[in-house]
Nanobody, 119 residues
């Protein structure tokens, strides 16, 4: 029901745009989030929104989350990428329409897309 795409290999300082497409149901009233998980590390919150937007401190000023008017896609524009941004990125939907950075608070998950930033 959530499909993430747009990952790839990029050099440090480069940009990527991730997209999360919803299918089979509408997520218009859901809080939508992007998370990432690097090898051996816990899944961490990156960005999220329903009306207001929220960012992890580590990506603030470099990443921008957006949502289209039909609320069928949620994008993550990533600028000034760093090697430490390397991870599998997941989109997720939370039934309750307020902010949470905890992965366990999300009800639907996409399959993940790999982002690799080379130095």
């Amino acid at each position: 029901q959530l499909q993430a795409s747009g990952g790839g290999l990029v050099q440090a300082g480069g940009s990527l745009r991730l997209s999360c497409a919803a299918s089979g149901r509408t997520f218009s009233g859901y809080f939508m989030g992007w998370f990432r998980q690097a090898p051996g590390q816990e899944r961490e919150f990156v960005a999220g929104m329903i009306r207001a937007v929220y960012y992890a401190d580590s990506v603030k000023g470099r990443f921008t989350i957006s949502r289209d008017n039909a609320k069928t896609t949620v994008d993550l524009q990533m600028e000034s990428l760093k090697p430490e941004d390397t991870a599998v990125y997941f989109c997720a939907a939370r039934r309750f329409n307020w902010y949470s950075p905890r992965p366990t608070d999300y009800d639907y998950w996409g399959q993940g897309t790999q982002v690799t930033v080379s130095s």
